[in-house]
């Protein structure tokens, strides 16, 4: 999987079990190859409206296309990229195909997710290259959470709690490490405030004001820290999942779509990718190794009570968790609200 990853932001040829060789058509560097085939999500045929496909649900699930000429990677690439789409109105003609390795393909969707490159791919390249090899059940084996373990702990004073602790959590199939922030003091008698934060790098670093996400985290710690001086205690979840999970670049790309007026989640489907794509067994298995059961759970997502309690994680209690918007995040919050089912007002 490590391998495989490394090989697609570097714009390499994979081959996932029974599928053709599949080449990434954001980061290839031989821009020679060619194929008269191209791996795309349902999502993104969607929106170049190819009425001969069917789009799934969750719009991730993977579309075999044929064109009518042979494409190189300069012709491929505005298929793949919703940037390049004024520029480009007129795609294809593009005739659907059946898809025999289905689910390789969806691997294939999933790797480039986990890379964090557009997901489309020239099918069965010429020149075709060194492939990594993998199978699509080294993607599930890879995603299973019992991977993770404690990597280290140690005191860190914060300006919310100078008691916090601060723990790294690392796998070794995994270059991403998640930290977890305890505030106060750890007790089995008192169920913890918890928060589950989603890495955000423009909200909590940089103060954007598109999204909540940087107030979110100064008030659940504040909250935490509230709580550790009436003798309670709370848990942040920091993790590593940028933009929902499609990463930075690609969540960079959504805000460019933003900016020409799609929501958040028409954003993420324009470019092929999940409306969500966060690992929140992930979570349960932090809080296991920290010896927490029970939670009291800051979030106005209930997509995330589900999966802790799908988990074996017990939640006593939904602690709203909203905060005021700004000009600039109304609509972002109101897609939350209208379209994923947060409880928001």
Known sequence: MAQAVDALRHGWPIK?????????????????????????????????????????????????????????????????????????????????????????AGAALELARIAGILPAFLVDPQPAG?????????LEAWSDPAHLAIATRAHLPIAAEETAEIIAFRSANDMREHVALVLGRQSLDTVPLVRLHSECLTGDIFGSLKCDCGPQLDAALAAMSARATQGG??????????????????????????DEGFDTLEANRRLG?????????????????????????????????????????????????????????????????????????
């Open 233 to 258: 205690w709370g848990v942040l979840l920091y993790m590593r999942q940028e933009g929902r999970g499609i990463g930075l670049v690609n969540k960079l790309r959504a805000y460019r779509l933003q």
């Open 273 to 345: 990718l999940p409306e969500e794509a966060r690992d929140f067994p992930l979570a349960a298995r932090m809080l296991d190794l920290l010896g927490v059961s029970q939670v009291r759970l800051m979030t106005n997502n209930l997509e995330k009570v589900v999966a802790l309690e799908n988990a074996g994680v017990t939640v006593t209690e939904r602690v709203p968790h909203e905060l005021p918007a700004n000009p600039h995040n109304t609509r972002y919050l109101a897609t939350k609200r209208d379209r994923a089912g947060h409880l928001l007002k």
């Open 130 to 138: 060194e492939p990594a090899w993998l199978d699509a059940q080294d």
């Open 16 to 104: 996932l079990g029974d599928a053709p060789l599949l080449l990434p058509v954001e980061t290839a560097p031989d821009r020679t190859a060619r194929a008269d085939r191209l791996l795309i999500s349902a999502a993104r045929a969607e929106t170049l409206k190819l009425t001969n496909q069917r789009a799934a649900a969750d719009g991730h699930s993977p579309v075999l296309i044929r064109a009518a000429e042979t494409l190189d990677l300069h012709s491929a690439l505005p298929v793949a990229d919703p940037a390049l789409d004024p520029a480009n109105p007129l795609k294809g003609p593009f005739l659907a195909e059946p898809l025999p390795w289905l689910s390789a």
